[in-house]
């Protein structure tokens, strides 16, 4: 509401670009709020860009319409996952391990960590094809759910989120073309240093936790990537 408020004040002229705003203060006593929650409010204004804040001086007006953003929208980790509805996969490998200081700042968490490594192929359900070789990192707080991954041919992060009530807050997901190691290449049947499709996925939950981490080479011709992005403008 106090960004929305300032937004349209900011719009009508209220308040002119170059201008400065009223103290955190005086906004919280105007709207009967807490300064944290107007510092919220200031820092949704600066990321439109209709404001920046100079240390010693405040929040200046710097547009009278905010920019516009781009956001990425799926309604599910299976829309994200478009690769799924018709394949299916096998597990050939799992493994309880340390990690050490490379693998932890690629993971996210603290060297000497005890996670388990699933190596996994993805087959198409009518030809059984192969498309897709992957490397699944989940912490070994989660490990109950391996079993039921083998059992009942269930993504790891899904089961988490069912049975571990671990709610997803973040996906970042880094999509990269890749020669594929000579390992990679005999799993899907390709030569060493062929092109392929590079899928890197974090999983995060409350508090930042590192949920599963995933990393997936693909058969460039096996897969299309779609994804849908709504524009959002300012609140006015």
């Avoid at 103290?23 to 709207?31: H, M, R, V």
């Avoid at 069912?162 to 020669?179: F, M, W």
């Avoid at 996925?201 to 080479?217: D, F, K, M, P, W």
Wanted: glycine share 8%; hydrophobic share 40%; charged share 20%.
């Amino acid at each position: 509401p106090i960004a929305r408020a300032l937004d349209r004040a900011i719009g009508e002229g209220t308040y002119k670009v170059g201008t400065v705003l009223p103290s955190e203060a005086t906004l919280a006593s105007s709207f009967g709020a807490s300064r944290h929650t107007v510092r919220a409010a200031l820092r949704h204004l600066q990321h439109t860009g209709l404001i920046s804040s100079q240390q010693g001086v405040g929040s200046i007006v710097r547009a009278d319409r905010g920019k516009s953003r781009y956001t990425q929208s799926f309604d599910s980790v299976a829309d994200l996952q478009q690769y799924v509805s018709n394949t299916d996969f096998d597990v050939i490998g799992r493994e309880e391990l340390v990690v050490d200081s490379e693998l932890a700042a690629w993971l996210g968490c603290k060297p000497g960590e005890r996670w388990w490594h699933v190596s996994t192929t993805r087959y198409t359900k009518s030809d059984d094809a192969r498309v897709a070789f992957s490397e699944i990192y989940i912490p070994c707080a989660f490990a109950s759910v391996l079993d039921d991954m083998e059992r009942t041919k269930t993504s790891l992060i899904v089961l988490i989120e069912r049975q571990l009530g671990q709610a997803i807050t973040e996906i970042r997901q880094d999509i990269s073309a890749v020669a594929a190691s000579a390992a990679e290449a005999a799993i899907l049947g390709i030569s060493a240093g062929q092109p392929a499709l590079q899928i890197v996925r974090h999983y995060l939950g409350a508090g930042n936790l590192v949920l599963e981490v995933s990393r997936t080479v693909f058969l460039p011709q096996s897969v299309a990537y779609s994804m849908r992005v709504r524009l959002t403008g300012a609140l006015s």
